[in-house]
């Protein structure tokens, strides 16, 4: 009878050593992933600053551009292309001039 209770102490020693281990394992491995979580959150901080950062500057392109919109303080230049010869010619021509231009035929 000693016997058995020795083994079954023997028994519950070893199992409870490996849950030991396991335990071991788990946390050490938790501690690793807590880490990792660690470092993809400040991660996520610095692109989701960068990303602000970039939507406020394309925020800011698009006002100046497309709206004619300036800061305070600041003065808008309004360059424009020169228009071709052509151009310039066609539109001094007279609607006859064009009317024969367009006839071309003689």
């Known amino acids: 009878m000693g016997l058995v209770v020795v ?3 023997a028994l519950l020693g070893y199992s409870n050593w490996k849950m030991f281990q396991k335990r071991r394992e788990v946390k050490s491995e938790l501690k690793q992933l807590d ?6 959150q400040e991660e996520k901080a610095t692109i989701q600053a960068s990303i602000n950062k970039d939507d406020q500057e394309v925020v800011e392109n698009i006002a100046r551009e497309q709206m004619n919109l300036k800061k305070p303080g600041e003065k ?3 360059i424009k292309k020169p228009e ?3 151009q310039q010619e066609k539109q001094q021509q007279k ?3 064009k009317w024969l231009g ?3 035929f003689w």
């Open 35 to 40: 880490r990792k979580v660690e470092a993809l």
């Open 76 to 78: 808008v230049i309004d």
């Open 95 to 97: 609607w006859w001039q």
């Open 102 to 104: 367009k006839i071309k």
């Open 84 to 86: 071709h010869k052509e």
């Open 7 to 9: 083994i079954l102490i």
